[in-house]
Each structure stands twice: as structure tokens, then as C-alpha cells.
């Protein structure tokens, strides 16, 4: 296997509560990433079809026609929307992990989904824990989110925004042997920039893997369309902080702050070795006769059959 991969983050703007049109940015996006070479491009943390800052900014009864809307707009997979992706990565010859919202019922949950070259998902996993005012929008995962994907790249993770804050949740994905990792966030807002920096390097030093960071960009359209609230809360037009950190916790490019893009990175595996002779956090650097972390992987549902019959 090859040691060394080309990939991107893409620090974009949805269209802003319009699925359609943002799956058709993302797809433009998707084909640029492949004809630079790119293996694997990364999108910010619910692109599709956007970040749902009214619930940060306005009051519980006034996200009523911003979370209809939404629902209205949210993703399911599969559809049309996820074909469209999948054909794109076909046509790229290249991984896409895709941050959305996704209509599953009548729940929203805050999910990555992750593609192959092939145009196959591969699966997709959800936010855990909503952060703050998203659980006035998005629903829970569940243990089945803690998962890793084997890519021709090597194994490849994410988790979202503050979810990074929950060394658990952390090392279930780092213990199964992750090389990649996405990690996403929403953009404008610079107050938690020195957070997401935290995050991401540490993320990268304590996995002893590479970290693509993602965040989108906030325009003045999206702070518009919430009133006079949007402009006087912490939101700023722009306020991204994407880029891709190596197994040391060093930026390799980025942060970027402002531009829309793709930023683009070489990931040299040699890295990862390197790294790992001197701290394999899950394997020599472990106690598991001191500490161990137990995973339900297991999929939940509010009701269960049980079709075995009485003799």
C-alpha cells in the first residue's frame, strides 16, 4: 500500500437551507477535489443544508419556521441527494466524508456520511450528544456511531464539533486502529476558534493520527435571514478555522480563517510510525489491567419484536 495520499478540506458556505442547491456546490466541489488528485475530501459539520445557528441565536418558539424548514430540507439516505454525492465520488475517484442533516422518521440527527471511490456509502454515523441549543433540533446516536471504516487510504474516523470534547468517545474511535480522522465544526464563530485548535492538534497527538479539520463559512446572507438577532450575537461573516494536522499536532496547512476552498495536504504514513514508537496511545502505551473503556456497539431502537413463539 502506497504510504502517502493527497486530501482536501473543504471550507465552503451552503446554500443555505436549500438541499438541492447545496448538494449541487458540494458535487462541483467533489469534482475539483479529483482532478487535483485528491483521495479524500472532507465537508464542514452539517453542510447539507446548513448549520442551524437560529437555534443559538433566536428563542425556542421562534426556530419553529427555521426547524420546519429544515426538516423540510434535511437529507434522507438514501435519495436522490445521496446519489447525487455518490455519483460525484465515482466520478472524483475519491472518498467524501459529508456533513449533513439528517431526516430519519421524524427526527433530525446531526451526521457524517461517509463515501467511497466506488460511489458506494459506506455507512454513516451521528452526533452522539447535541452540544447546547442543538437539542432543541437534532435527536442521539448511539453506540453504532462509534464506528471506523477500512479505506485503500488506511482506517478512517470522525466525530463532530464538541463531541471531540469526550475522551470516551475519543478513544473508542481511536482504539480501532484510526489513521484519519475528520473532524467537524460549524464556522463564524470566533469565539470558539482557540477551542477548535485545541482540539484538532491535540486530537492528532493523542491518536498519533492526521486530522482533517473542517469548518464552512458563515456569510451575511445566513446572519440576515435570522433578523436583527443574528448580527448582534457572536456570529462574524467568514470565522472558519479549517486545515489538516499531522500525527505530531502539527498544522500542515491552515487554519484558514476567512477564504472559501479547498485547503490540500500530503499525508506521509511514515508519520504515523514515527509517531507511534514513541506513544501507541491504544496499543503499547496502555494499561488495560489499570483502565479499560467498555463499547456497546449495538444499535438501539424505542421498540423490539420478539418473534420467538411459545411451544
Known amino acids: 500500500m502506497a504510504s502517502k495520499f493527497r486530501v482536501a478540506s473543504a471550507q465552503l458556505s451552503p446554500v443555505f437551507m436549500d438541499r438541492d442547491q447545496t448538494v449541487e456546490k458540494s458535487c ?20 447539507i443544508p446548513g448549520y442551524p445557528y437560529w437555534a443559538m441565536v433566536l428563542d425556542p418558539i421562534s426556530i419553529n419556521p427555521f426547524l420546519q424548514r429544515l426538516y423540510d430540507q434535511a437529507v434522507v439516505v438514501p435519495s436522490q441527494a445521496t446519489d447525487a454525492l455518490s455519483a460525484a465520488a465515482k466520478e472524483a475517484k475519491c472518498y467524501v466524508v ?38 432543541l433540533v ?27 470534547a469526550n475522551a470516551l468517545f475519543r478513544y473508542a474511535i481511536q482504539g480501532q486502529k484510526e489513521q484519519i480522522h475528520v473532524a467537524v465544526w460549524p464556522g463564524g464563530i470566533p469565539s470558539i476558534n482557540n477551542i477548535i485548535d485545541a482540539a484538532a492538534r491535540h486530537y492528532a497527538f493523542e491518536a498519533q493520527s492526521f486530522v482533517i479539520n473542517v469548518t464552512s463559512i458563515l456569510t451575511e446572507e ?90
Not at 30 to 38: Q, T
Not at 231 to 255: A, E, T
Open 222 to 311: 445566513i446572519i440576515s435571514s435570522m433578523g436583527k438577532e443574528g448580527s448582534v450575537h457572536k456570529l462574524r461573516p467568514g470565522g472558519g478555522y479549517s486545515g489538516i494536522v499531522s500525527p505530531r499536532g502539527d498544522w500542515l496547512i491552515g487554519p484558514e480563517h476567512k477564504e472559501e476552498g479547498l485547503l490540500y495536504a500530503e499525508l506521509d504514513f511514515k508519520l504515523i510510525d514515527k509517531m507511534k514508537t514513541i506513544v501507541d496511545t491504544t496499543g503499547h502505551y496502555t494499561r488495560p489491567d489499570v483502565v479499560r473503556l467498555l463499547v456497546d456497539p449495538r444499535s438501539k431502537s424505542s421498540i423490539e419484536f420478539n418473534s420467538d413463539e411459545e411451544s
Open 138 to 164: 437534532w435527536g442521539r446516536g448511539d453506540g453504532s456511531d462509534l464506528k471506523v471504516y477500512t479505506t485503500q487510504m488506511g482506517v478512517l474516523g470522525g466525530l463532530i464539533c464538541y463531541e471531540h
Open 98 to 135: 459529508m456533513g449533513l442533516n439528517e431526516r430519519d422518521g421524524g427526527t433530525l440527527y446531526n451526521s457524517q456520511l461517509f463515501i467511497s471511490p466506488d460511489g458506494e456509502i459506506m455507512g454513516r454515523r451521528r452526533k452522539l450528544v447535541p452540544t447546547s441549543h442543538e437539542r
Open 28 to 47: 462541483q466541489a467533489i469534482r475539483d477535489a479529483g482532478r487535483k488528485g485528491v483521495q479524500l475530501v472532507a465537508f464542514p459539520e452539517a453542510f
